[in-house]
C-alpha cells in the first residue's frame, strides 16, 4: 500500500506537485478505534491500512482517486452519517442497478458502503462491505444521489490503487489548472468526472468482468444492420459502442417488429418496449443482464426465450397476447409481473416462482381467481376489475394469506368480507369502486392505511372508527367529514382526495393544526 502511493506521488510529480502536501498525517489508534466504535463494525483491512499511512487528504489538494479527494476519517463519518440517518425511510427508494448483476446490493442506500471520496453534489467512491452474492467484501463502487446505475470500478482498494499508478505511468489522464488550483482527471479528453467515466470504462480494473475478446467489435455490428436501426442508435447513443454498453434502452410505440439488434445488448439492465409491433422476442435471450422488462401492448405471445433471465426481477406483459406463463416459472428472481389485458387463465404456474411479491391482473373471472389462490407467496396484489364472479368465488383471495397490500379498481361489490382471512394487510387502496360494506376492515389488525379513490359509494364508512390499527385514512373531503370525529385518536388525513371549497379547506386545516 505505502510503496503504491509513493509510486503514484512520484510518476505524478511534475504535473501534480502538489499532491504529496495535500495528504494528512497519518491517522492514530486512537482516530481509527473511534471511527469503528460509531460505525459499529471494523474498517476493512487495507482501508484501515491506507488510513494508518494517511488520514485522507485536504480539500483544496489536486484530489487522489482522478480529481476526487481522499476523505479523512472524520470526513469520512459526516458522510456515512448523513446516509445511514436515512437508511430506514429511503434504503430502497428508486430504481438501481449493479453492474456486474448480482455484485452490488441494489439500492439506494446501504450503511455498510463507506464513502472513501465525494464529489461534492452528493455522490461517492466507496468500499462496499455487505456486497451481494457474486460481489466481495471491500469492493470499491460508486453510489450517491445521482448513482443510479452502481459498478464494481475495483475488486479491492489495492487494485484501485494499482490502477491509479498504472494510469499515471501510461500518462492516460488530464491536468485541469484553475487560476492557483490544479486538479486531474481520467483519460486524455480532459475533465471528465470520473464518476462518469467508470460508465465507459471496462470494470473492474485490472480483473475486467468480461475479456476483450468477448466484447463485439460494435463497428463491424453496426454495419451489419439496416439504416432504420442505424438511426435508432445513433439518435440515442453517441456511437454504437455506447449502445452496447447502455444499461437502459426505451424504444416506445416505435413500430418495431424486429428487435434482433438488442441480442447483442449483453448488458442492458432496463429495456422498455412498450406500444410496438413485437411478436417475437427471441433475441431477449441474449440480454442476460436484464432486471426490468416492459413488453407492454406488443402481440408478443411466446415467453420462451425468457427463461434464462436469471436476474429478471421485473415484467410488465399487460396488453400482450401472452396465454402461458409456465416460462414464468424459470426466473428465480421475479418479484413483480403485470399481465392486466391478457388472455391468460390459469396463473398457477407462479405458484413455483418463490421470489414472487406484486402480481396485477385484470377482471378474473371464478375459474382465474381459483388459480389465483395458489399463489400464497404474494404480498401486493392489484385487481382492476372483475369478471363473472360471485360473493363465494371471491373467497379464493381470502387465502393470500400473505398480502400486505390490495388494490382493487373499478369493482362494485356489496361488501369486503372475503378479505377477513387477509391478516396480514396493512395497505388497501380501493379507486372508481363501489362497495356496500367495508366494516370488515375493522377487524384487520395490521391495517394501517386506507385510500378511497373516486370512491363516492362506500357504505358502513363510520364503521373504520372500530379498528385499533388505521393510522392513515386518504378520502374525499365528504369521506374525511363523515369520518373526523368517529375515532378516539388523530387519524392522518394529510392527503385528500378531490377538490375542496375553501371552507371545506379550513375545516380540513383545523383539523390537521389542532
Given at each position: 500500500?505505502?510503496?503504491?502511493?509513493?509510486?503514484?506521488?512520484?510518476?505524478?510529480?511534475?504535473?501534480?506537485p502538489?499532491?504529496?502536501?495535500?495528504?494528512?498525517?497519518?491517522?492514530?489508534?486512537?482516530?481509527?478505534?473511534?471511527?469503528?466504535?460509531?460505525l459499529?463494525?471494523?474498517?476493512?483491512?487495507?482501508?484501515r491500512?491506507?488510513?494508518?499511512?494517511?488520514?485522507?487528504?485536504?480539500?483544496?489538494?489536486?484530489?487522489?482517486?482522478?480529481?476526487l479527494?481522499?476523505?479523512?476519517?472524520?470526513?469520512?463519518?459526516?458522510?456515512?452519517?448523513?446516509?445511514?440517518?436515512?437508511?430506514e425511510?429511503?434504503?430502497?427508494?428508486?430504481?438501481?442497478?449493479?453492474?456486474?448483476?448480482?455484485w452490488?446490493?441494489?439500492?439506494?442506500?446501504?450503511?455498510?458502503?463507506l464513502?472513501?471520496?465525494?464529489?461534492?453534489g452528493?455522490?461517492?467512491l466507496?468500499?462496499?462491505l455487505?456486497?451481494?452474492?457474486?460481489?466481495?467484501s471491500?469492493?470499491v463502487?460508486n453510489?450517491?444521489?445521482?448513482?443510479?446505475?452502481?459498478?464494481?470500478?475495483?475488486?479491492?482498494?489495492?487494485?484501485?490503487?494499482?490502477?491509479?499508478?498504472?494510469?499515471a505511468r501510461?500518462?492516460?489522464?488530464?491536468v485541469?489548472?484553475?487560476?492557483?488550483?490544479?486538479?486531474?482527471?481520467?483519460?486524455?479528453?480532459?475533465?471528465?468526472?470520473?464518476?462518469?467515466?467508470?460508465?465507459g470504462m471496462n470494470?473492474?480494473?485490472l480483473?475486467?468482468?468480461?475479456?476483450?475478446s468477448?466484447?463485439?467489435?460494435?463497428?463491424?455490428?453496426?454495419?451489419?444492420?439496416?439504416?432504420?436501426w442505424?438511426?435508432?442508435?445513433?439518435?440515442?447513443?453517441?456511437?454504437?459502442?455506447?449502445?452496447?454498453?447502455?444499461?437502459?434502452?426505451?424504444?416506445?410505440?416505435?413500430?418495431?417488429t424486429?428487435?434482433?439488434?438488442?441480442?447483442?445488448?449483453s448488458e442492458?439492465?432496463e429495456?422498455i418496449?412498450?406500444?410496438?409491433?413485437?411478436?417475437?422476442?427471441?433475441?431477449l435471450?441474449?440480454?442476460?443482464?436484464?432486471?426490468?422488462?416492459?413488453?407492454?401492448?406488443?402481440?408478443v405471445?411466446?415467453?420462451?426465450?425468457?427463461?434464462g433471465?436469471?436476474?429478471?426481477?421485473?415484467?410488465?406483459?399487460?396488453?400482450t397476447a401472452?396465454?402461458?406463463?409456465?416460462?414464468?416459472?424459470?426466473?428465480p428472481?421475479?418479484?413483480?409481473?403485470?399481465?392486466?389485458?391478457?388472455?391468460?387463465?390459469d396463473?398457477?404456474p407462479l405458484?413455483?416462482?418463490?421470489?414472487?411479491?406484486?402480481?396485477?391482473?385484470?377482471?378474473p373471472?371464478?375459474?382465474?381467481?381459483?388459480?389465483?389462490?395458489?399463489?400464497?407467496?404474494?404480498?401486493?396484489?392489484?385487481?382492476a376489475?372483475?369478471?363473472?364472479?360471485?360473493?363465494?368465488?371471491?373467497?379464493?383471495?381470502g387465502?393470500?394469506?400473505?398480502?400486505?397490500?390490495?388494490q382493487?379498481?373499478?369493482?362494485?361489490?356489496?361488501g369486503?368480507?372475503?378479505?377477513?382471512?387477509?391478516?396480514?394487510l396493512?395497505?388497501?387502496v380501493?379507486?372508481?369502486?363501489?362497495i356496500?360494506?367495508?366494516?370488515?376492515?375493522?377487524?384487520?389488525?395490521?391495517?394501517?392505511?386506507?385510500?378511497?379513490?373516486?370512491?363516492?359509494d362506500?357504505?358502513?364508512?363510520?364503521?373504520?372508527?372500530?379498528?385499533?390499527s388505521?393510522?392513515?385514512?386518504?378520502a374525499?373531503?365528504?369521506?374525511?367529514?363523515?369520518?373526523?370525529?368517529?375515532?378516539?385518536?388523530?387519524i392522518?388525513?394529510?392527503?385528500?382526495?378531490g377538490?375542496?371549497?375553501?371552507?371545506?379547506?379550513?375545516?380540513?386545516?383545523?383539523?390537521?393544526?389542532?
Amino acid at each position: 500500500m505505502r510503496q503504491l502511493l509513493e509510486e503514484i506521488i512520484e510518476q505524478l510529480r511534475f504535473d501534480l506537485p502538489g499532491l504529496a502536501a495535500s495528504f494528512n498525517p497519518p491517522a492514530t489508534e486512537e482516530e481509527l478505534r473511534k471511527a469503528e466504535e460509531e460505525l459499529g463494525f471494523s474498517l476493512p483491512a487495507e482501508l484501515r491500512e491506507l488510513y494508518q499511512i494517511h488520514n485522507g487528504q485536504s480539500e483544496d489538494g489536486p484530489g487522489f482517486f482522478f480529481g476526487l479527494p481522499f476523505l479523512s476519517l472524520e470526513d469520512m463519518l459526516a458522510e456515512w452519517r448523513i446516509w445511514a440517518e436515512l437508511e430506514e425511510e429511503y434504503a430502497m427508494e428508486g430504481g438501481h442497478y449493479s453492474v456486474p448483476a448480482a455484485w452490488i446490493k441494489e439500492r439506494y442506500i446501504n450503511r455498510y458502503w463507506l464513502p472513501i471520496s465525494k464529489d461534492w453534489g452528493g455522490n461517492h467512491l466507496g468500499i462496499d462491505l455487505d456486497p451481494d452474492e457474486k460481489g466481495v467484501s471491500g469492493q470499491v463502487i460508486n453510489f450517491g444521489r445521482d448513482e443510479e446505475v452502481k459498478y464494481v470500478v475495483a475488486r479491492r482498494l489495492t487494485d484501485f490503487l494499482q490502477c491509479i499508478r498504472d494510469t499515471a505511468r501510461e500518462g492516460n489522464y488530464s491536468v485541469d489548472q484553475e487560476e492557483d488550483y490544479t486538479s486531474w482527471s481520467f483519460g486524455r479528453e480532459g475533465e471528465v468526472h470520473f464518476l462518469d467515466a467508470i460508465r465507459g470504462m471496462n470494470l473492474p480494473v485490472l480483473e475486467p468482468f468480461r475479456a476483450a475478446s468477448e466484447v463485439p467489435d460494435a463497428d463491424v455490428w453496426f454495419e451489419g444492420l439496416d439504416d432504420e436501426w442505424k438511426k435508432r442508435i445513433l439518435e440515442s447513443s453517441s456511437s454504437p459502442e455506447a449502445f452496447l454498453r447502455r444499461k437502459k434502452l426505451l424504444f416506445i410505440q416505435q413500430g418495431l417488429t424486429d428487435i434482433a439488434p438488442l441480442g447483442s445488448c449483453s448488458e442492458v439492465r432496463e429495456l422498455i418496449l412498450s406500444g410496438n409491433e413485437i411478436r417475437s422476442i427471441e433475441p431477449l435471450s441474449g440480454c442476460k443482464h436484464l432486471k426490468r422488462l416492459y413488453l407492454v401492448k406488443n402481440p408478443v405471445s411466446d415467453l420462451r426465450p425468457l427463461r434464462g433471465l436469471e436476474y429478471l426481477q421485473e415484467l410488465n406483459l399487460s396488453g400482450t397476447a401472452v396465454t402461458d406463463v409456465t416460462p414464468l416459472g424459470c426466473l428465480p428472481k421475479l418479484t413483480n409481473l403485470d399481465i392486466q389485458h391478457t388472455p391468460i387463465r390459469d396463473f398457477s404456474p407462479l405458484s413455483s416462482i418463490k421470489g414472487l411479491r406484486l402480481l396485477e391482473v385484470s377482471e378474473p373471472d371464478a375459474e382465474q381467481l381459483r388459480s389465483l389462490s395458489a399463489l400464497t407467496q404474494l404480498t401486493e396484489l392489484t385487481l382492476a376489475g372483475l369478471g363473472q364472479v360471485s360473493e363465494s368465488d371471491l373467497n379464493a383471495i381470502g387465502q393470500l394469506v400473505n398480502l400486505q397490500t390490495l388494490q382493487l379498481e373499478g369493482v362494485s361489490l356489496p361488501g369486503l368480507a372475503f378479505l377477513g382471512n387477509c391478516r396480514r394487510l396493512q395497505k388497501i387502496v380501493i379507486k372508481d369502486s363501489t362497495i356496500g360494506d367495508v366494516s370488515v376492515l375493522a377487524g384487520l389488525t395490521k391495517l394501517q392505511s386506507l385510500e378511497l379513490n373516486g370512491c363516492p359509494d362506500i357504505g358502513k364508512l363510520e364503521e373504520l372508527a372500530r379498528s385499533a390499527s388505521l393510522r392513515k385514512i386518504t378520502a374525499s373531503f365528504q369521506q374525511f367529514a363523515r369520518l373526523k370525529d368517529c375515532f378516539d385518536r388523530k387519524i392522518d388525513f394529510s392527503t385528500m382526495i378531490g377538490e375542496m371549497t375553501d371552507e371545506e379547506e379550513e375545516i380540513w386545516h383545523q383539523y390537521l393544526t389542532d
